[in-house]
Every structure is written in structure tokens, then in C-alpha cells.
């Protein structure tokens, strides 16, 4: 994949309809997912290439006849749908508003996390503070709070975090069972959901989850649900604090999509700590998606926006990182990366498996 940094500049005439589109993003965001709610689109989509006009749209949603003629008349803009004599008919970019799964999940998290927050950009990127959290409540990061926040926050919130890791937890489950681990530390377990799997591949591994207490509360429940809360174990730790230790003799520990929770220097104090517990046959599995790693643009240019969220919503200071500023952070702390892999699952995710160098 080609380096954003290093695209092609567009005409002068393209780059002030691209600009256009920028001045307006959060009102064609708006109009797209408005159009979803409404039913309106799916209404534009049932109509296949016969189209369909505003009126019987008006009657089966209940819409005023100016609420879908305004939404339309911007999707038309958008290239969502196309407007042939009075009827509306569906094009690529409807389709995928609709029916795609990874849209539906990001269009979620941006309206149901960011949206309110995003407001307060600025002042969270001269602050460096999670300043757009303050519209929920009053945390210092959205790890501290996520155990309260609003049921629709945290829906969105965990349909987002799951949706990337799920496709590739069964590939990586693979991976990290050809050592046969029998205990797994699970740094930033979150729900439980690794552990869980952990758990049901192999009868006899267990599971410690470190997090911070609420997480810990949720996955503990969530082990129960499955049965296996013998195997599975809770560790609170504020991976913050420098003085809170890493449990000691590891035999893996593993690390997915966490460490982008926090910014470099966080990172190497973790990294430390958790190097200080290792032994030579312990390993340490980073599972993260880097914006240089990606095979599709969109895949970067996804990745680049989720680190805007980090900054406004999540704490201020961490993103998805570049490769290299992670490796750098490995080899800081004393470690090694002896297996590189890319392009795990459809999230685009790497994996290091890390030992003392
Ligand atoms: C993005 S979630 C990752 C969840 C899961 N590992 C996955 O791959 O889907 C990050 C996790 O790190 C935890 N975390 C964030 N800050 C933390 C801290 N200061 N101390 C301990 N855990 C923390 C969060 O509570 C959350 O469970």
C-alpha cells in the first residue's frame, strides 16, 4: 500500500469539490445515517432498478414528503442514489451505506461515541486530554468509565472494538496454542471474550484478565455465563500507575489491541514491566493494526480517523501507530520480535510474538 502522505495531489478544480466535501462532512454523516434510521434507504434499495419516487416513500416511512426529499436530494449529491425523472434508485455507495457490516459499525461508533465529543477537537489536541468525554460524564479516560457509560456509548463502543478482533482471534488462537501455553495473561481482557475462546480451545489452559476493575466485573460475568469462571481469573491493575507490577512468571502474555490505549512513553513503562516479569521461554503477543501495514487505502484512512477518536474520546495522548514506532518500543524494553505476521483477519491486524532479547 501506498503511503497516504505520498498520494498523487488532484487538480485544483478536484481539490475544491474534495474541500467542499470536508466543509460539509457532518452534515452528509448525518444525512446517511439519518436516511438508515428512517428506513428510507431500504425503501430506495426494495425498489431495485425500477426506482422508486418520494411519495410512497413518504407513505411507508412516515416521513413528511420534504423530510425524504431533502435527505434524497443530498444523497443524489453523495452518489448514494440517483434521481431518474421523479424516482430515486440505488447506487454503489447506498448499497454499502445499507448492507455493509463494517459501515454499519463505524457509522454506529462515530455517531454513538464521537459525534458529541469530536466538537471539542481543538481544545483535547492543545490539551492532550480526552476533552469531548466531558459530554458524558466526568472520567479522566474512557477506560474508567466505560463500565458507566450510556448503554447506546457502550453498545457502539464494543460492536467497534469486537468487530475488528473477532475475525482474527480464531487464526491467532492457532498460533498461540502450537506452544501449548497452559497459562495465559490477558493484559487489557476487556469483556473476556479472548479468554473465553482461550478457555473453549483448550480444556486445560487458564486465563488471567488484567484490567481495570470494572472490565474486570464484566468479564467475570461473562465467564460465568459460559462456565468457565474456574479457569478464568481477574487480575486490577491501572497499567498507568509505574508502580503496579505485571503478575510474575509468565508463560505468554498477550496483548491485543491494547497498547494503542496509550501513548509511546505509557507504552514502554508496559513494556518494561512487562519484560521484567519474563523468563526466556515466556512470550509476549502484540496483536495491533498499523496504518503502514494495510493492503487498502480505506483501511488506513479508517485507522487514521479511529486515532482522532483516541485523542478526543479515549485519552488524549495515544492512536493506531505506525509499525515502526512499535518496534522501536519492543527493542526498547528489552525485547525482541522473533515472529512478524500481517494481514491477520479482515481487520487488518499484526502480530508480534515478542521474548527477551
Ligand atoms: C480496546 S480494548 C481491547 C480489548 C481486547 N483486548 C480486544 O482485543 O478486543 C482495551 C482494553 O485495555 C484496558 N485498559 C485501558 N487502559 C487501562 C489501564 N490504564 N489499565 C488497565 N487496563 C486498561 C481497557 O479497560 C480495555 O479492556
Known amino acids: 500500500m501506498k503511503n497516504p502522505s505520498q498520494y498523487k495531489d488532484l487538480s485544483a478544480f478536484e481539490a475544491k469539490f474534495e474541500?467542499?466535501?470536508?466543509?460539509?462532512?457532518?452534515?452528509?454523516?448525518?444525512?446517511?445515517?439519518?436516511?438508515?434510521?428512517?428506513?428510507?434507504?431500504?425503501?430506495?434499495?426494495?425498489?431495485?432498478?425500477?426506482?422508486?419516487?418520494?411519495?410512497?416513500?413518504?407513505?411507508?416511512?412516515?416521513i413528511s414528503h420534504y423530510g425524504v426529499k431533502v435527505l434524497l436530494d443530498m444523497?443524489?449529491?453523495?452518489?448514494?442514489?440517483?434521481?431518474?425523472?421523479?424516482?430515486?434508485?440505488?447506487?454503489?455507495?447506498?448499497?454499502?451505506?445499507?448492507?455493509?457490516?463494517m459501515t454499519e459499525v463505524n457509522l454506529n461508533f462515530t455517531h454513538d461515541v464521537c459525534f458529541k465529543g469530536l466538537y471539542h477537537m481543538e481544545e483535547a489536541i492543545r490539551?492532550?486530554?480526552?476533552?469531548?468525554?466531558?459530554?458524558?460524564?466526568?472520567?479522566?479516560?474512557?477506560?474508567?468509565?466505560?463500565?458507566?457509560?450510556?448503554?447506546?456509548?457502550?453498545?457502539?463502543?464494543?460492536?467497534?472494538?469486537?468487530?475488528?478482533?473477532?475475525?482474527?482471534?480464531?487464526?491467532?488462537?492457532?498460533?498461540?496454542?502450537?506452544?501449548?501455553?497452559?497459562?495465559?495473561?490477558?493484559?487489557g481482557g476487556n469483556t473476556g471474550k479472548w479468554a473465553v475462546m482461550c478457555t473453549k480451545h483448550d480444556p486445560e489452559v487458564e486465563v488471567t484478565i488484567l484490567d481495570l476493575p470494572g472490565q474486570l466485573r464484566d468479564a467475570m460475568k461473562n465467564a460465568e455465563k459460559n462456565k468457565v469462571q474456574d479457569r478464568i481469573k481477574g487480575f486490577e491493575i491501572n497499567m498507568l500507575d509505574d508502580s503496579q507490577k505485571f503478575p510474575e512468571n509468565p508463560e505468554v502474555i498477550w496483548m491485543s489491541q491494547f497498547l494503542d490505549c496509550f501513548s509511546e512513553d505509557e507504552i514502554l513503562s508496559i513494556l518494561k514491566r512487562a519484560a521484567a516479569t519474563m523468563g526466556p521461554d515466556a512470550r509476549l503477543y502484540i496483536l495491533e493494526t498499523y496504518w503502514d501495514r494495510q493492503r487498502f487505502e480505506a483501511a488506513s484512512y479508517s485507522l487514521n480517523a479511529t486515532s482522532l477518536y483516541f485523542t478526543v474520546m479515549a485519552n488524549g495522548n495515544s492512536r493506531m501507530y505506525h509499525s515502526k514506532d512499535l518496534i522501536k518500543l519492543v527493542h526498547q524494553a528489552g525485547l525482541i520480535i522473533e515472529k512478524d505476521i500481517d494481514d491477520i483477519g479482515m481487520g487488518g491486524h499484526t502480530l508480534f510474538k515478542c521474548r527477551l532479547a
Open 19 to 62: 474541500a467542499q466535501k470536508i466543509a460539509f462532512a457532518p452534515i452528509t454523516f448525518q444525512c446517511a445515517r439519518v436516511l438508515r434510521t428512517t428506513g428510507i434507504l431500504k425503501e430506495v434499495a426494495d425498489a431495485g432498478s425500477e426506482g422508486i419516487a418520494v411519495d410512497p416513500i413518504s407513505d411507508k416511512t412516515g
Open 75 to 101: 444523497a443524489a449529491s453523495m452518489k448514494m442514489v440517483r434521481q431518474e425523472g421523479d424516482k430515486f434508485i440505488l447506487l454503489n455507495i447506498g448499497h454499502f451505506m445499507l448492507n455493509d457490516k
Open 127 to 187: 490539551e492532550m486530554k480526552p476533552a469531548g468525554l466531558k459530554e458524558f460524564g466526568d472520567w479522566p479516560n474512557v477506560y474508567e468509565g466505560l463500565a458507566e457509560l450510556p448503554e447506546q456509548f457502550r453498545e457502539s463502543w464494543f460492536a467497534f472494538d469486537h468487530f475488528y478482533s473477532d475475525g482474527s482471534f480464531p487464526i491467532l488462537l492457532e498460533n498461540v496454542f502450537t506452544d501449548k501455553p497452559k497459562k495465559i495473561y490477558d493484559a
